[in-house]
């Protein structure tokens, strides 16, 4: 007999809203059809890593945080900065630092964990829906 998790204890899981979403497509015509894209390599998640002198800046900025409910997110980084030449990118989802999981931390305290530590291995991945939702929260 198969053992199976009953339907109820699955997880809730909510996707973002997307503003423009593509025509479905029968699975049949996905291979040849030109508007079908399967390259996911770009959203797979990346790590990181960054040497930064006490006092140095990073070379990019971080949003959101438990408040946001969205999680923490790089909405800039500085061209030719060491962040930028290591990959970090506008969009980029930060899951982790150095071991310590950004998925439901307060901004106060991932900006401080940044901030203070000289070696940052960050575990990020390309998610730019939550970005642009990010983005629409922020009051100027």
Excluded at 9 to 17: E, G, Q, R, S, T
Excluded at 32 to 42: G, R, V
Excluded at 91 to 102: I, K, P, T
Excluded at 107 to 135: D, G, W
């Amino acid at each position: 007999m198969d053992s199976q998790i009953p339907y109820d204890d699955y997880p809730v899981v909510f996707l973002p809203a997307c503003e423009n979403p593509p025509g479905w497509i029968p699975p049949h015509e996905t291979v040849p059809h030109p508007d079908y894209n399967n390259e996911l390599i770009q959203f797979p998640p990346q790590t990181i890593t960054l040497k930064k002198p006490p006092g140095a800046q990073l070379g990019f900025n971080i949003r959101g945080g438990k408040a946001s409910q969205l999680g923490i997110f790089i909405p800039k980084v500085i061209p030719d900065s060491d962040a930028h030449r290591a990959g970090l990118q506008e969009g980029d989802q930060v899951l982790a630092v150095n071991d310590v999981d950004f998925q439901d931390i307060e901004h106060s305290k991932a900006a401080e964990i940044l901030k203070t530590a000289c070696e940052i291995s960050m575990h990020v991945c390309f998610f730019p829906y939550n970005h642009h939702r990010q983005k629409e929260r922020t009051v100027h």
